[in-house]
């Protein structure tokens, strides 16, 4: 069974268009992350949930809005997706502040 | 804000060989978790070892092993015995002790490591 899970693998959508990722742990984990990896690899986190509650908020734009219904699944909504939001998004999650745990992640494509 | 450096983009071993990949740190905080982590060309990040900075030894996981020099903040990962599933980009990542906000994985920009048959 995945530990960390993400839906879809591949995203390939048009400029303008809104897209949800979907992210599910079945570790028992408290807390959660979205990171995004761009075209060079490099790694920066996007968000954190506890419990929950969002406790990790970077300079992300205002497109992008994550939703942690319970504590297994964090989702990550994006509207009016732009050229420069292709990327790689790995969710990922902790027991508290442990040891991340990540997902297979997603490659979204905007054209 | 603490920053993560790798300086070698890429690096290659032959089979069997032993090989180091670098890593610096910045911090001003004494208690911190440091991480190294393989990405295939699967994509999925895998957990490769963690230290804790307050551990004077230096961690190992079978044929990886680290070497935590605190006071330099440097933090190498060696892999002995190199095979060719090894190959993938390696990432050193920190993470504070602090909860809440200081949790999250600071990157470096990675290493990728050649296997040579």
């Known amino acids: 069974d995945t530990a960390v899970s993400q839906t879809p693998k591949y995203l390939v959508t048009q400029m303008g268009n809104d897209k949800s990722i979907k992210c599910e742990q079945n570790?028992?984990?408290?807390?959660m992350y979205w990171y995004k990896q761009d075209s060079k690899k490099f790694l920066k986190i996007m968000f954190s949930?506890?419990?929950?509650?969002?406790?990790i908020n970077e300079t992300v734009p205002n497109r992008f809005s994550p939703k942690s219904p319970d504590k297994a699944h964090l989702n990550l909504h994006i509207n009016s997706l732009e050229l420069g939001d292709s990327a790689v998004y790995f969710c990922?999650?902790?027991?508290?502040?442990?040891?991340?745990?990540f997902g297979p992640g997603t490659r979204l494509l905007v054209l | 804000a603490q920053t993560v450096t790798q300086s070698q983009p890429e690096m290659s071993v032959q089979e069997a060989e032993t090989v180091t990949l670098s890593c610096t740190y910045d911090?001003?905080?004494?208690?911190?978790?440091l991480f190294w982590y393989k990405q295939p060309p699967s994509r999925q990040m895998i957990l490769v070892i963690r230290?804790?900075?307050?551990?004077?030894q230096n961690a190992t996981e079978n044929r990886f092993s680290v070497n935590f020099q605190k006071a330099a903040k440097s933090f190498s990962l060696k892999i002995s015995d190199s095979q060719l599933g090894d190959a993938a980009m390696y990432f050193c990542?920190?993470?504070?002790?602090?909860?809440?906000?200081?949790?999250?994985?600071?990157f470096g920009q990675g290493t990728r490591l050649t296997i040579n048959p």
């Open positions: 990922a999650s902790s027991p508290g502040g442990e040891t991340q745990y």
């Open positions: 570790l028992g984990h408290d807390t």
């Open positions: 949930y506890n419990n929950k509650e969002l406790i």
């Open positions: 911090t001003s905080e004494s208690d911190y978790y």
């Open positions: 230290q804790e900075a307050y551990k004077q």
């Open positions: 990542a920190y993470r504070s002790h602090r909860l809440g906000g200081a949790q999250k994985l600071v």
